[in-house]
């Protein structure tokens, strides 16, 4: 489906907004680890708590995210001539790339001490297979270009060869655990994109896909899905449909922006009306089973959908309403070199092991001082993945 005249480029800037936000929030939430005494509330709750923080909206706002970019994404490459097999294709080469850094990223929590090669050595090297891989080259079928992507496959395979965990050795010895916020974010994205693809984007199909990843989540919570469980280990819907029911909430948000004006009540009214629909569904069921992240709810999932949509009204408020953008430019990589940003802590946390570094005095990693020098971190990454754009150094799948 095509959007409408008045819809222009600079409507894009709300949701690249959004995006980098939550790119800041997840840097700044997985760096709480580092700090001490601080509030519960900015943390994930535990498995067995009725309950949410900060840390577990983060993750669903950006499946959210995944969802409101996929049909500028698709009709992109449909405007370029790509017929729906072409860009089905490029689906399936983008989840690849996502489920690979997902599946090592998640099993480098496993990695043995007494490794040939030092954890972080690895986990430098890994990062460095992802952008000779991954990277947006200028000249992407140059023999350089080629020889540097074939150089990064042959890494990565190396690092795989020497992977050893406390019960084993190689790449035999990974698994595929939770699959990773990489991963996970590559099923997500897989599922919602083949859902619009192959549905023509059809909004009335977008909205019984969610209803559906709803329903299956609802179902394998209430133990209806018994008869069907014998093949959950070969083949499943991610989060048992948690993952790809927020992206679709995503997917539905975006076709409403699209072929509506942000000044028409309409939208407004529709957009707020599906946000308390979900966050109501979230709480009414909330005693069934109850909030949680770690064992994806139905009830998070449908909280964290509505919240996602509230969240992306705002970004619309700022900047279609109000015309407000030049604080975008401060903060504008981590919305459009997302992977690169997400991905330069992890050299960071390695550099910092590498070279025997100490943590910063504990003065300055509580409390109040201590979440201020993780929101300082938050931004200085951005910083990096900024100057490092400037440089065309960037992951793009």
Not at 68 to 97: M, Q
Not at 270 to 276: E, R, S
Request: hydrophobic share 55%; aromatic share 12%.
């Amino acid at each position: 489906m095509t959007a409408k005249p008045g819809v222009t480029l600079s409507r894009l800037i709300s949701i690249d907004a959004f995006r980098a936000i939550v790119m800041i929030l997840m840097i700044f939430v997985n760096d709480l680890w580092t700090l001490i005494d601080i509030p519960g509330w900015l943390e994930h709750v535990s498995a067995d708590a009725d309950g949410m923080g900060l840390a577990d909206v983060v993750f669903p706002a950006f499946l959210f995210i995944v969802g409101l970019s996929v049909p500028y994404a698709i009709e992109s490459r449909s405007k370029k001539g790509d017929t729906n097999t072409t860009v089905f294709f490029h689906i399936v080469a983008r989840t690849i790339a996502l489920l690979v850094m997902g599946l090592f990223l998640v099993n480098s929590e496993s990695y043995a001490d007494n490794a040939i090669l030092p954890k972080d050595v690895w986990m430098i090297l890994l990062v460095a297979a992802f952008f000779l891989i991954w990277m947006a080259y200028k000249n992407p079928e140059s023999l350089t270009v080629k020889l540097l992507r074939a150089g990064g496959v042959l890494l990565l395979a190396i690092l795989a060869a020497l992977y050893k965990t406390e019960t084993g050795n190689g790449i035999t010895a990974m698994g595929i655990h939770w699959w990773g916020i990489l991963g996970l974010i590559g099923w997500a994205y897989f599922i919602a994109s083949c859902v619009y693809l192959f549905s023509a984007g059809k909004p009335v199909i977008q909205v019984l896909a969610l209803v559906f990843f709803m329903l299956f989540s609802s179902a394998s919570f209430l133990d209806w899905l018994g008869p069907i469980e014998s093949i959950k280990k070969y083949v499943w819907i991610a989060g048992d449909g948690s993952m790809p029911a927020f992206s679709m909430a995503g997917i539905i948000t975006s076709i409403a922006y699209r072929n509506l004006s942000s000044a028409n009540k309409k939208f407004w009214i529709l957009m707020v009306l599906f946000a308390v629909v979900l966050i109501g569904f979230g709480l009414l069921t909330r005693p069934v089973w109850g909030i949680s992240k770690i064992r994806a709810t139905p009830s998070w999932t449908a909280i964290c959908s509505g919240i996602g949509i509230l969240g992306f009204l705002v970004m619309v408020y700022i900047s279609d309403i109000r015309k407000v953008a030049s604080w975008y430019n401060y903060i504008k990589p981590a919305g459009t070199s997302t992977l690169t940003c997400y991905l330069i802590p992890y050299i960071h946390y390695a550099l910092i092991g590498l070279l025997g570094l100490s943590q910063l005095p504990e003065v300055m990693r509580t409390g109040v001082p201590g979440l201020f020098k993780s929101l300082i971190y938050a931004l200085l990454i951005v910083s990096v993945t900024g100057l490092l754009e400037k440089r065309n150094i960037r992951l793009k799948i």
